[in-house]
């Protein structure tokens, strides 16, 4: 009884801290991802039509946000990132540096994991 009611007591706060080193250990927030979200299923379908024609591999999922249905394509790692940057690209100059600083300490990373 006493183990339960510790665990109903714990915070929202000790909750997040958990996820947090959980992430951290996984090394889950190194990893670079380029997200779109929207409400369109027909838009979103296309997109990641478009994705699959670009040979970028996109996973396209759907979840509930403040009560409406809205769905979202991911590109996962430093090869998609990679594929998309040289491929597609993007037009705003800030997300243009961060996609190329990025990869830079990507590759930095994989050297020293080589040596």
Not at 17 to 23: E, R, S, T, Y
Not at 56 to 61: A, F, R, V
């Amino acid at each position: 009884m006493k183990l339960q009611t510790k665990a109903l007591k714990l915070k929202k706060s000790n909750f997040r801290k958990i996820k947090k080193q959980n992430l951290i250990n996984k090394n889950i927030l190194n990893y670079p991802t380029v997200q779109l979200f929207c409400r369109s299923e027909r838009l979103a379908t296309d997109i990641h039509d478009i994705f699959l024609r670009f040979s970028l591999n996109s996973k396209k999922t759907q979840h509930f946000k403040r009560g409406k249905l809205e769905y979202a394509i991911r590109l996962y790692g430093f090869d998609q990132l990679s594929k998309f940057t040289n491929r597609i690209g993007f037009n705003h100059p800030a997300k243009a540096n961060k996609v190329t600083k990025t990869l830079e300490e990507g590759i930095k990373r994989a050297r020293r994991s080589v040596w």
